[in-house]
């Protein structure tokens, strides 16, 4: 099984926070004397601290390293959220409030309509159910989007979303892979609880 230091890549953390593993703790004790150590959180694997930080405001994860780094890199993202509420976290010295970026949207009904025929004509032009919109495959891809498209602007489809033969060769993988090291690490530690239960779905379809 893969040691903890050999998976603690930027994108296996990504995956293990959007799993909500319990393995990811959040701590706040970036640099004290920054003006933006409210906006990131110091990330444990674990029980390890790693060498990135997770963004409250739009859940990034970015390198970073106490000893190594400085918080220019940190400054500069939270600037880029600051810029779009017309405000300066770093020119003012004072850190925006992460609970302007947390309210809920006010978005015009028009707007929420059009979305919805735009998903409508998307379902039936590609023969899908309807019921897909909610799965949460369907809202986790659409979250991503909306967040994506908040931290850099309008995007093309295109510069976003790869081949399906990427996506099948390599992607998959690279998720399946570390969903395969978060449950071997679960399984090791099932042993130090007082119960452990297996529950096997098997089936044969000769077709």
């Not at 799993?19 to 674990?46: C, G, M, N, P, W």
């Not at 908040?150 to 995007?155: E, I, N, V």
């Not at 007082?194 to 379809?205: E, M, S, Y």
């Given at each position: 099984?893969?040691?903890?230091?050999?998976?603690?890549?930027?994108?296996?953390?990504?995956?293990?926070?959007?799993?909500?593993?319990?393995?990811?703790?959040?701590?706040?004790?970036?640099?004290?004397?920054?003006?933006?150590?409210?906006?990131?959180?110091?990330?444990?694997?674990?029980?390890?601290?790693?060498?990135?930080?997770?963004?409250?405001?739009?859940?990034?994860?970015?390198?970073?390293?106490?000893?190594?780094?400085?918080?220019?890199?940190?400054?500069?993202?939270?600037?880029?959220?600051?810029?779009?509420?017309?405000?300066?976290?770093?020119?003012?010295?004072?850190?925006?409030?992460?609970?302007?970026?947390?309210?809920?949207?006010?978005?015009?009904?028009?707007?929420?309509?059009?979305?919805?025929?735009?998903?409508?004509?998307?379902?039936?032009?590609?023969?899908?159910?309807?019921?897909?919109?909610?799965?949460?495959?369907?809202?986790?891809?659409?979250?991503e989007m909306l967040n994506l498209g908040a931290k850099f602007g309008p995007l093309q489809?295109?510069?976003?979303?790869?081949?399906?033969?990427?996506?099948?060769?390599?992607?998959?993988?690279?998720?399946?892979?570390?969903?395969?090291?978060?449950?071997?690490?679960?399984?090791?530690?099932?042993?130090?609880?007082?119960r452990i239960c297996f529950t096997f779905d098997l089936w044969a379809d000769k077709y």
């Amino acid at each position: 099984m893969e040691g903890p230091s050999k998976i603690n890549t930027k994108s296996s953390i990504e995956t293990l926070i959007k799993l909500k593993s319990a393995r990811v703790k959040y701590i706040d004790k970036t640099d004290q004397k920054s003006d933006v150590r409210k906006v990131f959180k110091v990330l444990e694997v674990d029980s390890k601290q790693v060498d990135f930080v997770w963004c409250e405001i739009c859940g990034a994860v970015l390198a970073w390293h106490s000893q190594k780094t400085g918080t220019k890199s940190l400054k500069s993202h939270a600037d880029s959220h600051s810029r779009k509420r017309g405000e300066s976290a770093s020119g003012s010295g004072l850190q925006p409030k992460i609970t302007a970026f947390n309210k809920p949207a006010n978005i015009p009904k028009k707007e929420v309509v059009r979305v919805n025929q735009v998903i409508a004509r998307g379902l039936a032009g590609d023969l899908l159910p309807f019921r897909s919109v909610e799965g949460i495959g369907f809202q986790s891809i659409c979250q991503e989007m909306l967040n994506l498209g908040a931290k850099f602007g309008p995007l093309q489809v295109s510069d976003v979303i790869q081949s399906r033969h990427t996506i099948k060769r390599t992607r998959l993988v690279e998720v399946s892979d570390e969903i395969l090291a978060n449950l071997k690490h679960n399984i090791a530690q099932a042993a130090s609880f007082p119960r452990i239960c297996f529950t096997f779905d098997l089936w044969a379809d000769k077709y």
